[in-house]
C-alpha cells in the first residue's frame, strides 16, 4: 500500500488511536480477531457475557422514530466495542465507569421496529468542555448525566 494513499492514512489514525492512553478511570484495548476481542471481554467481565448492538426489523428511510414502552436498564459495567477503519477487523474497545446501559424500544413513523442499546455517561465532569454534547444541551461537564445511542458497527458486552 502506498504510504501516502487515503488507505494508509486511515490505517495510521487507527493505530494512533490504539496506542491512546485510556480516560482516567477507564480502561481500553484493540483486538484484532474475534478470539483476541471475546477473550479480552470474558478476562474483565466474567464468563458469562452477553453482547449488544442495535437490532433493526427492517430497513428503513425514515428518520422519524418515538421511544417505545419498556425502556431497561440492562447494566452498570460494561465494554464499548467499534469497529475501526483497517485492512482487516480491528476493534477499539474501552470501558469508562460509571455508565448505565439501556435497550430502548424504537417505533418509526413507517412502522419499522429497532431495539436499540443507548449509554449514559452518569460523570462528564472529566470531559473536554467543548464537547458537542454539551453545547447542544448546553450543559457544563458534570452537571448532568449524557445519554446517546449507539454508533454503527458497534456493540457493547455486558455481564450476564
Not at 425514515?62 to 464499548?80: A, H, M, R, S
Not at 466495542?81 to 465507569?97: D, E, N, P, Q, R
Not at 442499546?117 to 472529566?126: N, V, W, Y
Request: net charge neutral; charged share 30%; with cysteine.
Amino acid at each position: 500500500m502506498d504510504p501516502k494513499s487515503a488507505g494508509a492514512k486511515v490505517m495510521k489514525e487507527t493505530i494512533e488511536l490504539c496506542e491512546i492512553e485510556a480516560d482516567k478511570g477507564g480502561e481500553k484495548f484493540c483486538a484484532t480477531f474475534s478470539e483476541s476481542l471475546i477473550d479480552q471481554s470474558i478476562s474483565r467481565l466474567g464468563k458469562r457475557v452477553q453482547v449488544l448492538s442495535d437490532e433493526v426489523k427492517k430497513e428503513t428511510e425514515t428518520g422519524d422514530f418515538t421511544i417505545g414502552k419498556e425502556v431497561k436498564n440492562v447494566g452498570q459495567k460494561e465494554i464499548v466495542c467499534h469497529k475501526m477503519s483497517y485492512t482487516y477487523a480491528v476493534f477499539l474497545c474501552h470501558s469508562i465507569g460509571k455508565i448505565d446501559v439501556y435497550t430502548v424500544p424504537l417505533v418509526g413513523s413507517d412502522g419499522t421496529k429497532v431495539k436499540a442499546t443507548t449509554l449514559c455517561h452518569k460523570d462528564t465532569s472529566i470531559w473536554n468542555p467543548e464537547d458537542l454534547a454539551f453545547k447542544v444541551l448546553k450543559v457544563k461537564p458534570g452537571s448532568i448525566p449524557i445519554c446517546h445511542f449507539l454508533n454503527k458497527e458497534t456493540v457493547v458486552w455486558i455481564p450476564n
